[in-house]
């Protein structure tokens, strides 16, 4: 009798060790799906949220236009992205500097509007090739990116390109010889566009 209860005893062990098992497999299971869920939300998170967007500055994204950028709160940002104009250009909007001594407006084309956007420096010269421009420079930026200045009759201002294939954008900044043009540079750097 005692050999049958012994044999019986061994049975509920393996049971319960199966059944421990099982609960063991199904909560791991459990956790890498919820992990791997997690870091697909995060990943999403940070096209807008990245580690160069200081904590206390202000995102603006707009989903219709497929932009989105950080700024300084010391600043401020007037929405005027609404129609496109006769060009098929997005007027953004314009951001100004806390002292009110910068403004940067902000324009934005398409190519899914119809319009040619430029991908390379060099095609972005030769659309350009009439106008009076000095001091091209690149920028750090998550794409092609420089800056320059533009003469139009005698009238000048720094403009940053931003080219990307889907989408350009145009950062005009008043007056030229802004000594805002660090912070510019900064939030052009958290600059993210989807075509």
């Not at 497929?66 to 250009?89: M, Q, R, V």
């Not at 294939?165 to 750097?189: G, H, R, W, Y």
Request: glycine share 6%; charged share 20%; proline share 3%.
């Amino acid at each position: 009798m005692k050999i049958k209860q012994q044999g019986f005893v061994a049975i509920e062990v393996v049971v319960v060790l199966l059944i421990v098992g099982a609960l063991c497999v199904a909560g791991w299971y459990a956790w890498k799906f919820n992990t791997s869920k997690t870091s697909t939300v995060s990943k999403k998170t940070a096209q807008v949220s990245t580690a160069e967007i200081p904590s206390d500055w202000i995102i603006y994204q707009n989903n219709d236009l497929g932009i989105s950028f950080a700024y300084p709160k010391t600043w401020s940002f007037k929405e005027h992205s609404g129609e496109p104009t006769s060009i098929k250009l997005y007027y953004v909007g314009d951001l100004t500097s806390g002292d009110k001594t910068t403004t940067a407006a902000i324009d934005l084309i398409r190519k899914k509007d119809g319009r040619i956007v430029y991908s390379t420096i060099e095609e972005w010269k030769a659309h350009e090739s009439n106008a009076h421009i000095s001091n091209l420079t690149e920028v750090k930026s998550h794409y092609t990116a420089f800056s320059y200045v533009l003469d139009i009759s005698g009238a000048t201002s720094l403009v940053y390109e931003v080219l990307n294939p889907s989408i350009n954008v145009d950062i005009m900044v008043f007056p030229t010889d802004s000594a805002s043009k660090s912070t510019v540079e900064q939030i052009l750097a958290t600059l993210r566009l989807e075509g």
